[in-house]
């Protein structure tokens, strides 16, 4: 019964066939042009990998292809690979916290447009401090206006005082770099940079946290909010995104109101306008709000929220796309905390007939059975849509197979998993799992703002990057489940799959086009 | 259908045994006093986690439960639950390099012992090179020495004259620490230390190989040799294992011969009988021999390692347990390329009767797709026995449930893979995902000489650390399934199982006992 070796390869295919007949790259034949393309991107990356990330770069002592973000970006934007995936209609970014999606120096450089937009510092800025004191911003009203000209530099600045950003910037000492030097520190305070992204976990959510803290005073300013607001779009758009699923906390202190949803919506309008003046309608089918509120409120405070979330459905239907609890799942609360009110939510919106979907943040953790890992059972349970970020999933066999029968995404966040530490670098990262078990998956930015992974093409380089088995191919699939997973009703998601088809199209027709 | 939370809750029970009930420590109901046992382990891991993890440790910024091995090594030591897993029955060693089995500084103890034993540099040893030069050791011939009384460090030495290394330690240059000096200059040639274990995967396999060609040039002389298979079979007996499969090559240029074999099993009968003398017979069962070649040698050359093989099988058919093929699978070539000779070498057992299993290494990788993780589908093809190391494993989802059905074992190898760069801590370790997918697991400690994991207690608690899923209950299956997947023949894995049983009750037992 001796096999030879033809016999053997035989078996040899079928077996890695089989093993990876759950994959969505699997189980559709690609047209000929999508091979082709396809085929162009893997050699392309195989040359690269030589090319670009064998050679060497000033400041990265050993780069690699799916290497930590930071340290690799200006290395990945040099790639023929980027420039490609840069192009690639991209579907829809599920997981985004709004707060957390234009980049800092246009947030700043918004601020500097209103002169109620204030900052101070709780000390006098020197050369030795400048690292550790971080700004703080706040619109003022106008009665409030002081119009002091003292620079948050000078000796004579008293800490507590706020100093209008434009004059703060301008009078920044020359010593510590004057206006660009004001601007590296403001910049600086509302994103992560290549150091910090490489200590230690605990030490990376501090300064996670302070981020927020410091670009929030400025982009909760309403005129300027709906500058912001259509910024994002205005960037998703250009990265190849058409459908956007943010997340905002309405939590009390945030300070979200109707007026914001209002504005979300006006913005919408008004971009939608834009584009379809320019004929480019198609381009963006939309934007919807997952009401999201904190892991650290109580029983009663979560009964307030889903009542406020239900009152908000009924006046924006078609904004408000589903319903989350949001923060560090290692430190908060654990959803099973807040299982009996979830559960009474769930009552209510069958009683009034009302579909609010939970699409809970789960299994955001390292942990191995923590109250993180356990979240994935009670998002499961309580009948969650999709599951934000699901990196511990990877553990659970029955879950795995709970999500891919009953047809539940995970949100997929690489860049954001490796700065925040759960995995040194793509090649760690548990992705790879998911797809070959058949597990629904969208690839999704999570805080752009913060780690510069503006838009989708850095997440799906990092992907395409550090893999041998996921091609264009297997990213395109990526990109139209996550249209598939959207709440978007049934009329609006196949225009927006159709619309996606079509550039799709003429995207793998214009890589093989160029490459003749 | 509304559903009350004592609903809820009992759903949530159900869920989470099913998805835990592949698990080994799942199956079985524990006693009593396993359970107990296990529980005292639990809060032990608890305490420890806050009033020892918790704590600051002198050059550790921030520690944690399942860190950076070489880093955490000392605080590991400190812990109580250290000292309980030293003291348990730990079953086999079934994943070890034999030549990296007996720590760096016994092994230089032994070394000058030995006036055959030189060593020289090529080039003279200066504070500034001292950390970049490697010492060569070699026994030489007596009709070769030249007793030249020369220090390594000494103006007048000729780089490539050999020294006795007893000489040259004591001559060495007080201004580089003198005796003690040319001891940690030694030893720091065959280990690696925590600062390498932090730098980069490709650095690190730089390291690690030249760990090696250092300690072969003392530990290949025959009657050191025979000390130190001695000292790798009392280390681990103390540790609490009782049968070992190591891994050795017999390629040509290791002058591996038959002369060694006899040694082997010289040592262990003696070894064996010294046992027996103290009344502890039942802790030892054996050891045995996994032949291994490299994967650089050609196909031809293969043909005569696996002949040879079958020629020392025939002579010492109770030594040799199996056959692989070692070396960096991302660099060295894959199985595939194997693959012809392979099958060759399988008819040829069959035609003569004998059974040598394949026992491969596969999958030590990071990569998705690449030649080393498509190691795995020729390991199983090839009907290995068990997988070394397997990293890659749980990204292929029909070869788990093939490793399952057909019980592959897999030689999980924890420290070496987070020190080798697989894995940044315990907590990215892949190890709970084949648990929970009740794929067999042993852990091993696979170069311990080199990463100073002696023994089994260490792999044992680093991942016993990081974890609150797995207990005490948990490492008692790895270890019984450690004996269970040796290739024991029935009546002696009976023997050695029952053994084991026996050592396992008194150790609960004793921990049940010491905490009353």
Request: hydrophobic share 45%; net charge negative; charged share 25%.
């Amino acid at each position: 019964m001796a096999l030879n070796f033809a016999e053997y390869m035989e078996q040899r295919t079928a077996l890695i066939n089989h093993d990876r007949s759950l994959r969505p790259d699997h189980s559709r034949t690609p047209t000929e042009v999508e091979a082709r393309a396809d085929k162009i991107v893997r050699e392309l990356r195989a040359a690269e990998a030589v090319s670009v990330w064998g050679a060497e770069h000033e400041g990265v002592p050993h780069p690699f292809p799916g290497m930590e973000f930071l340290t690799g970006r200006n290395i990945i934007m040099k790639t023929e690979l980027f420039k490609i995936l840069s192009k690639m209609p991209k579907g829809a970014i599920l997981h985004a916290h709004l707060d957390a999606t234009v980049n800092a120096e246009y947030v700043l450089k918004l601020a500097l447009d209103y002169p109620a937009l204030h900052v101070c510092t709780t000390e006098l800025l020197t050369a030795s401090n400048l690292n550790n004191i971080l700004p703080q911003f706040k619109p003022l009203a106008q009665a409030m206006f002081t119009n002091p000209t003292v620079a948050l530099t000078d000796t004579s600045y008293a800490p507590g005082t706020w100093v209008p950003v434009k004059t703060a910037r301008e009078t920044f000492d020359p010593a510590l770099g004057g206006p660009e030097g004001f601007d590296k520190w403001a910049i600086g305070a509302m994103t992560i940079n290549p150091s910090e992204g490489e200590s230690a976990a605990r030490r990376i959510w501090e300064k996670f946290t302070s981020t927020f803290t410091v670009s929030t005073g400025i982009i909760r300013f309403l005129p300027l909010w709906k500058r912001y607001i259509y910024e994002f779009f205005r960037t998703s758009v250009e990265d190849g995104v058409s459908y956007i699923e943010a997340r905002i906390n309405f939590h009390l202190i945030m300070l979200i109101t109707k007026e914001w949803l209002k504005a979300f919506d006006q913005v919408q309008q008004d971009f939608k306008a834009d584009l379809k003046r320019q004929g480019r309608r198609d381009e963006f089918i939309g934007a919807r709000i997952i009401y999201t509120t904190l892991r650290f409120i109580t029983l009663d405070e979560l009964d307030l929220a889903w009542k406020d979330c239900i009152a908000l459905k009924l006046e924006f239907p078609h904004l408000i796309a589903g319903f989350d609890l949001v923060g560090p799942e290692n430190t908060l609360k654990p959803l099973i905390y807040y299982a009996e009110s979830l559960l009474r939510f769930r009552d209510r919106q069958k009683e009034m007939g009302l579909d609010i979907p939970f699409i809970f943040h789960a299994g955001e953790t390292l942990g191995d059975g923590t109250e993180a890992d356990d979240n994935l059972y009670d998002a499961i349970l309580l009948g969650t849509l999709r599951i934000g970020h699901g990196f511990s999933l990877v553990k659970h066999p029955k879950l795995m197979e709970t999500c891919r029968e009953k047809n539940i995404l995970i949100e997929v966040c690489p860049i954001s998993n490796e700065i925040l530490r759960l995995t040194s670098s793509m090649l760690m990262h548990p992705l790879p799992v998911l797809i070959n078990n058949g597990v629904p998956v969208a690839l999704s930015p999570d805080d752009p703002a913060m780690f510069g992974n503006m838009g989708l093409t850095f997440d799906f380089y990092q992907v395409l990057a550090a893999s041998e088995v996921t091609g264009l191919i297997g990213l395109g699939e990526l990109a139209r489940d996550s249209l598939k997973h959207s709440t978007l009703e049934v009329a609006e998601k196949e225009r927006a799959l159709a619309a996606w088809e079509k550039r799709w199209k003429k995207f793998v027709e214009s890589i093989v086009a160029s490459n003749v």
